[in-house]
C-alpha cells in the first residue's frame, strides 16, 4: 500500500506528509517566479540562477565545476549555459595565468545589471515570511536547516555551505558555536550561505 505524502487518505492522517505537500508547493512558486524573471530577461531560469550566484560569491567559485555541484546539474550542462551568456556578453572568461585550460568567469556589466535585478525575484515568497514572529522565524530556520543537512547527508543535494556541514560548526547542549569566529551562535546568526564555509569531512 502506498505511503505517498500525495496520497490524500495518508496525507490527511500525517503531519509529516502534510509538511512535505508544503514545501513542495514552496518549490512551485520558486519555479513559478523564476520562470516569470527568465522570461522577461530572455534568459533560461538556470541562467538567471547563475548570473545571481556569481554577483553575490567569490570568483574562486566562478568555475564551470563547481557550479555544476552547486546547482546539481552536469558539467555539460552548465558549460551549455555558460557559452549562452558569453554569447549575450553577460559573463567573460578570465584565464588562469599559470594554467591557460583553467577560467573562472565574472560578470560583464550588463551581466550585473541584470543579476542586480533578478535577485529580487523570491520577494513574493519572503514578504509572507517577514510577517512571521521572530521565534516562528527561529523555529522555522532551525528546522529547515536541519532538514538541508539531512538531505546532504543522504546525497540528495550536494554541495551545502551552511554552519551544519561545516567543519569549524560544533555543538553542544543545543548551542550552537562557530570554532573560527570562536563565539556562539544563536539561531539568527545561523549561517546558510557562508564564504569561510570548509566542508565537513
Request: charged letters at 25%; a negative charge; proline letters at 2%.
Amino acid at each position: 500500500m502506498s505511503h505517498s505524502p500525495f496520497d490524500l487518505k495518508n496525507q490527511q492522517l500525517s503531519t509529516d506528509g502534510k509538511i512535505v505537500v508544503a514545501l513542495e508547493r514552496i518549490s512551485e512558486a520558486f519555479k513559478v517566479l523564476l520562470w516569470n524573471e527568465s522570461k522577461a530577461t530572455d534568459l533560461s531560469p538556470i541562467q538567471i540562477q547563475m548570473l545571481i550566484f556569481l554577483r553575490f560569491h567569490p570568483q574562486e567559485m566562478a568555475k564551470v565545476s563547481y557550479l555544476a555541484k552547486e546547482f546539481n546539474l552536469t558539467k555539460a550542462t552548465v558549460s551549455d549555459s555558460v557559452k549562452t551568456l558569453i554569447r549575450k556578453s553577460l559573463i567573460e572568461k578570465v584565464y588562469d595565468q599559470a594554467d591557460s585550460r583553467s577560467f573562472t568567469m565574472r560578470l560583464t556589466q550588463s551581466g550585473n545589471d541584470i543579476a542586480e535585478r533578478s535577485a529580487n525575484f523570491a520577494d513574493a515568497i519572503e514578504s509572507p515570511v517577514s510577517n512571521l514572529s521572530q521565534r516562528d522565524k527561529d523555529k522555522l530556520l532551525s528546522s529547515l536547516l536541519n532538514i538541508i543537512g539531512d538531505l546532504r547527508n543522504e546525497n540528495v543535494i550536494a554541495l551545502q555551505r551552511m554552519c551544519f556541514t561545516c567543519s569549524h560548526y560544533s555543538t553542544s547542549d543545543k548551542r550552537h558555536y562557530c570554532n573560527l569566529l570562536n563565539t556562539e551562535l544563536s539561531n539568527v546568526h545561523l549561517r546558510i550561505d557562508c564564504q569561510d564555509h570548509e566542508e565537513l569531512e
